[in-house]
């Protein structure tokens, strides 16, 4: 198989594939933060993401959510479908943390009635700016149809997830994700669910995600092994 590097991010190399529909996501061992103003190498990392996001990308297409996910082929890589990647990152939020509980000047750990799903413009340069439905009419980055959409199916992710996470008996706090469009012109979930892009707490209210890089709180790999021996343990 030929493979060219056509993309290297902060936490995955990018590669062709013999199908010009088919891409490999190889996980590095990198850990950034603050729009890579914190960077550092951790090894393991990209094994555990791998895993970790490989084994949610199953669960949730076993549900029906349609996602670029189509295997793991390797401890650190996957093969996913090739798509062109909406500029939003779209956040959910169940509970109060990081950035929200910051603009808003209120204390973590606020249960929210209503997850709260927020844009922000993927931009490097302009520092992933906070985004509205107007705003993105605006600059023409997706329909309002598209918009209502990834709401929606973020907020349907969002039950998915949090049910499965409830089952090992951590509390998804908040989580980003990313869509695509597919060679048809249709949005599936794409890049990765890891505990580098979600907030995880367990019962006793410690962090079990990258805030704990982001914070230095302690070793990155340690955490992420404790999320990965429970996801093991869901049916
Ligand atoms: N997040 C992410 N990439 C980003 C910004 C945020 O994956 O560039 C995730 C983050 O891990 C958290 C959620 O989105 O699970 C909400 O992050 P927040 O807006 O609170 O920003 P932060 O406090 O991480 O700067």
Known sequence: MTRQLIYSGKAKDIYTTDDENVIIAQYKDQATAFNGGKKEKVAGKGQLNNQISSFIFEKLNAAGVATHFIKKISD??????RVEIIP?????????????SKRFGVEEGIVLKTPIVEFYYKKDELDDPFINDEHIAFLDIASPEDVAYLKEETRRINRILTALFEAIDLTLVDFKLEFGYDKDGKIILADEFSPDNCRLWDAQGN???????????GELTDVYEIVWKKLQEVK
């Open 76 to 81: 650190t890589e996957q093969l996913n479908q």
């Open 88 to 100: 939003l990152e779209v956040v959910l939020r169940n509970v109060t943390a990081g950035s929200f």
């Open 207 to 217: 962090h079990m995600d990258k805030d704990v890089f982001r914070r230095g709180l």
